[in-house]
T-cell receptor, first 113, second 116 residues
Framework: KQEVTQIPAALSVPEGENLVLNCSFT??????LQWFRQDPGKGLTSLLL?????REQTSGRLNASLDKSSGRSTLYIAASQPGDSATYLC????????????FGTGTRLTIIP | GAVVSQHPSRVICKSGTSVKIECRSL??????MFWYRQFPKQSLMLMAT?????????EQGVEKDKFLINHASLTLSTLTVTSAHPEDSSFYIC????????????FGPGTRLTVL
């Protein structure tokens, strides 16, 4: 059974700093890994999707890496802004053929102005 | 891009009533949709997989008679919470699977259910 963990559970950093969010998964047999952002009381916004054959994806100030063999992914946010404050979730699509996503526990990020 | 809508966005009901939540893929057809539940400050938990034209597949611990799922067309899945109780109050989110899109799921904006 796939398990996904995110560390830390909460993070506060001053505006302008670069930061890294971590995601680890127990079973390396995955199709892809996806990072989402969730604002309070809202749905999910997809940020980046990395296929199992890829090592990283970039979008603007965001960079996500994937090390499938070690079961880890990181989300790097450059030059953080108060608008980046949200909960960040990673989710893994396992290679079981049933298209189910397993979500991590989330990291609640607060950017201090 | 692929857009998924949910209706209603927020619903308040009395204990014992039934509530229907709709999930629609607006610009693509989805043979598979998923229903998740999220309790405050927790992550998403998969409830069931909804397959067009066939019975839904429920996760362990999810009561199929309480959470009725119907996937009548390639663009619509509905979740009905029957005889709702306060403990069913939660945030319900659906997603639609777009085949050929790098196996990506697209998520709806969620429905906040409050049972009084």
């Amino acid at each position: 059974k796939q398990e996904v963990t995110q560390i830390p559970a909460a993070l506060s950093v001053p505006e302008g700093e670069n930061l890294v969010l971590n995601c680890s998964f127990t079973d390396s047999a995955i199709y892809n890994l996806q990072w989402f952002r969730q604002d309070p009381g809202k749905g999910l916004t997809s940020l980046l999707l990395i296929q199992s054959s890829q090592r990283e994806q970039t979008s603007g100030r965001l960079n996500a890496s994937l090390d499938k063999s070690s079961g880890r992914s990181t989300l790097y946010i450059a030059a953080s802004q108060p608008g980046d404050s949200a909960t960040y979730l990673c989710a893994v699509l396992s290679n079981f053929g049933n298209e189910k996503l397993t979500f991590g526990t989330g990291t609640r990020l607060t950017i201090i102005p | 891009g692929a857009v998924v809508s949910q209706h209603p966005s927020r619903v308040i009901c009395k204990s014992g009533t039934s509530v229907k939540i709709e999930c629609r893929s607006l610009d693509f057809q989805a043979t598979t949709m998923f229903w998740y539940r999220q309790f405050p400050k927790q992550s998403l938990m998969l409830m069931a997989t909804s397959n067009e034209g066939s019975k839904a597949t429920y996760e362990q611990g999810v009561e199929k008679d309480k959470f009725l799922i119907n996937h009548a067309s390639l663009t619509l899945s509905t979740l009905t919470v029957t005889s709702a109780h306060p403990e069913d109050s939660s945030f319900y989110i659906c997603s639609a699977y777009l085949q050929g899109s790098n196996n990506e799921q697209f998520f709806g904006p969620g429905t906040r259910l409050t049972v009084l």
